[in-house]
């Protein structure tokens, strides 16, 4: 099975910080990264795909970048209801994948 | 546009088998590169894929499940299912459903139900 490693754990920033998540896989998964917010009560809801594709409709203060093992999900200015954790989940191969979470918090 | 609504027992004892339906609305099975599946989150931690499953029938299970699982496909009633045997306490979670999208060769998950709260309890 393929790792996923997100860091930070949790962070917690300002509005109007810049916040960058990272994830890195155990192999090479081309582009196949997606990113995934999450809140309280709620199921996760997509935001990135292949790694720097923005999902309709997400706020382009969302972007992603990487390929290979090392991706990142920016936030660009952060906004008091991007509060939720945060997933990777690799799509390039069988059994499909999930970091363990970012916690953003507005401090 | 496409919504997946979980339905299922909320309380399963130790040892029963698990079945939760999945129907979709607003769209239908056909597209070659969707496969439909399962995903669970225990309170508190992150998520676990189950499985998931082309309509026209080939599916793929987590290694770690693969054992007790069955994910079924009816198109005739645009819903699948899962089946999850010999519950334990370590099963509890809430379980969700979502289309997965292969079509670059890899993929992503959208969209998800609502999620649906599994507890193993006697």
């Known amino acids: 099975d393929i790792q996923m490693t997100q860091s930070p754990s949790s962070v917690s920033a300002p509005v109007g910080d810049r916040v960058t998540i990272t994830c890195r896989a155990s192999?090479?998964?081309?582009?196949?990264l997606a990113w995934y917010q999450q809140k309280p009560g709620k199921a996760p809801k997509l935001l990135i795909h292949v790694a720097s594709s923005l999902q309709s409709g997400v706020p382009s203060r969302f972007s992603g970048s990487g390929s290979g093992t090392d991706f990142t999900l920016t936030i660009s200015s952060l906004q008091p209801e991007d509060s939720a954790t945060y997933y990777c989940q690799q799509g390039n191969s069988f059994p499909l994948t999930f970091g363990g979470g970012t916690k953003v918090e507005i401090k | 546009q496409l919504q997946l609504q979980e339905s299922g027992p909320g309380l399963v004892k130790p040892s029963e088998t698990l079945s939760l339906t999945c129907v979709v609305s607003g769209d239908s099975f056909s597209g070659s590169h969707y496969l439909w599946g399962w995903l669970r989150q225990p309170p508190g931690k992150g998520l676990e894929w189950i499985g998931s499953?082309?309509?026209?029938?080939?599916?793929y299970y987590n290694p770690s499940l693969k054992s007790r699982v069955t994910i079924s496909v009816d198109t005739s009633k645009n819903q699948f299912s899962l089946n999850l045997n010999s519950m334990t306490a370590a099963d509890t979670a809430v379980y969700y459903c979502a289309r997965y999208d292969s079509s670059n060769s890899g993929g992503w998950l959208d969209p998800w139900g609502q999620g649906t709260l599994v507890t193993v309890s006697s």
């Open positions: 192999q090479d998964i081309k582009y196949f």
């Open positions: 499953m082309f309509y026209g029938g080939s599916a």
